[in-house]
């Protein structure tokens, strides 16, 4: 796995880390970001969450579930297929 290591510290990320930092404040730095990936995928693990747990960086705390209802003005009758739309369209 070292040779992830040497392979992403390698790489030039001075255009992308410049503009990372710009967007505001990060969690993790971009470049440990980057090597999860190939060893994810060395490992045969391709989940995020399995990543994060074989990196130790999950950990299950408290879990809510928000059972919200929220009324939407959609329908089946109001949805448009292409050629509703195509149709009316045509209409107007």
Known sequence: MFFVDD????????AFEARYDALGE?????????KLWPFGAIAGVYS???IARASGLA???RVAIDGTKI????SRSKTMSRK???????QL
């Open 7 to 14: 392979l992403v510290a390698g790489l030039y990320m001075g």
């Open 26 to 34: 990060r969690a993790y730095p971009p470049r440990m970001l980057l």
């Open 48 to 50: 995020g969450r399995e």
């Open 59 to 61: 950990k299950l705390g």
């Open 71 to 74: 009324r939407a003005n959609t």
């Open 84 to 90: 509703r739309m195509t149709e009316a369209e045509a």
